[in-house]
């Protein structure tokens, strides 16, 4: 897939809208070669989806042998908006909290008081964690709306085919 044609994607209303939210789904191929799906928190910078975990979280060691990963974000209304995205997982070990992490959990409901204790909680928790970078290399947008999943974009063009003969 070209960048300007990620890029026209992502930078759609829906896309820009999901791309805001709190969680998405990483997949990846575990070290034992079976598929794992774990949502994770993150955040978009324009450019790449930053997640954070710990140092030794165990699909570190997966995506180091196998960077490559899917994610998805998506609504829980109906019709749900779906935004899948492909690309490489980057590792970045920090020293201490990611900016990134502290922002991505910042749309969570706590009063002043509450984010304070979270805060002093993970920082006292974490020597360092790891920064997981995805650039997309590949993305769809669902939305029932103008696009469609693949399969049913197929149906619907077979029966348009099949009216038409």
Not at 4 to 14: G, S
Not at 25 to 52: H, Q
Request: proline content about 6%.
């Amino acid at each position: 897939m070209e960048q300007n044609e990620i890029d026209e994607i992502l930078d759609r209303p829906y896309s820009r809208e999901l791309l805001a939210r709190d969680l998405t789904r990483l997949a990846y191929v575990a070290k034992d070669g079976t598929p794992r799906n774990v949502p994770i928190g993150f955040t978009w910078n324009g450019s790449e989806i930053v997640m954070c975990t710990a140092t030794n979280a165990p699909k570190l060691r997966a995506l180091r042998h196998r960077p490559e990963v899917a994610l998805t974000i998506d609504t829980e209304v109906h019709p749900p908006k779906i935004l899948l995205i492909r690309g490489r997982a980057e590792l970045d070990v920090v020293d201490g909290i990611p900016e990134e992490y502290l922002q991505m959990n910042g749309s969570y409901e706590m009063t002043a008081e509450q984010r304070v204790e979270w805060e002093a909680g993970v920082r006292s928790l974490y020597d360092g964690m790891v920064r997981i970078v995805v650039t997309p290399t590949w993305v769809k947008l669902i939305d029932f709306e103008t696009t469609l999943p693949t399969a049913v974009e197929e149906l619907v063009r077979r029966q348009a085919e099949r009216q038409n003969a």
